[in-house]
């Protein structure tokens, strides 16, 4: 999965997946320094996450 926050758009295996978005959740911006990242429900699935800072 691919979220770029500044295209607003929502990838997944190379397949666009915007209508998969939920309608009442926003794009968001993430300050620098430390973040945390909950993945929910629980012990359901392995995650790995990748940040990637946006260059201007």
Not at 12 to 38: A, C, H, Q, R, T
Request: glycine share 4%; net charge negative; charged share 25%.
């Amino acid at each position: 999965m691919k979220i770029d926050m500044q295209a607003k758009s929502v990838v997944i295996n190379e397949e666009p997946m915007l209508s998969e978005k939920s309608f009442g959740s926003n794009y968001f911006n993430v300050d620098s320094g430390y973040s945390e990242l909950i993945i929910q429900p629980e012990n359901v699935f392995d995650t790995t996450v990748k940040w990637q800072d946006r260059y201007l």
